[in-house]
């Protein structure tokens, strides 16, 4: 995905514009400017399995709940989420906020939040998550090397995650 190009994800109230892309880094570093509408939804706690995050804000303020503790980050805060560390950043304000983010190596992330924005677009996916269980365990299956959810358990998620995934693919329910 090119520098300039745009992800809109609905379902989050959130744009990205791409930065500097996996390709353009050697999949050293996805970097993407991230524009949170007021009032954005919440999203599910989450770890990246071996992925850094770093965030500034660039603009609004943010709600951020890093390992358990919350706080507002605003306008020249920066913040470090190493791998593994469960997380969740969101705009619960009420102007728009404006975020760099970085994600350290990029892996897949592009691919995923662009599918995740296109679901959303589609009516596929809602600030709740996916209105299809089985798409969605196939979603998280797929990218769980990007995105863990924290819920359900992750022994849960090793054994049913698969198992969903393989039913939604025999259904045609691919993300």
């Not at 805060?77 to 990029?106: I, S």
């Not at 677009?121 to 998280?140: I, N, Y």
């Not at 769980?144 to 259904?171: H, M, Y």
């Amino acid at each position: 995905m090119p520098t300039g190009d745009v992800i809109s994800n609905p379902a989050a109230k959130m744009t990205l514009r791409v930065v500097r892309s996996a390709g353009e880094t050697n999949g050293e570093l996805l970097e993407l400017e991230a524009t949170y509408e007021p009032g954005s939804v919440e999203p599910l706690e989450h770890f990246h399995p071996s992925q850094d995050e770093h965030f500034e804000v660039l603009a609004g303020a943010m709600e951020a709940r890093v390992a358990g503790e919350s706080r507002t980050l605003t306008a020249g805060d920066e913040l470090d989420v190493p791998a593994r560390v469960v997380h969740a950043m969101w705009n619960g304000g009420t102007e728009t906020a404006r975020v760099l983010w970085q994600t350290r190596p990029a892996l897949r992330t592009e691919e995923f939040l662009t599918l995740v924005a296109r679901l959303a677009q589609e009516g596929k996916l809602t600030s709740k998550g996916a209105r299809d269980p089985l798409l969605g365990a196939a979603l998280m299956h797929e990218y769980r090397t990007e995105f863990r959810p924290t819920n359900p358990p992750g022994p849960v998620q090793a054994v049913a995650f698969p198992a969903l995934a393989a039913v939604a693919r025999i259904l045609g329910r691919r993300p």
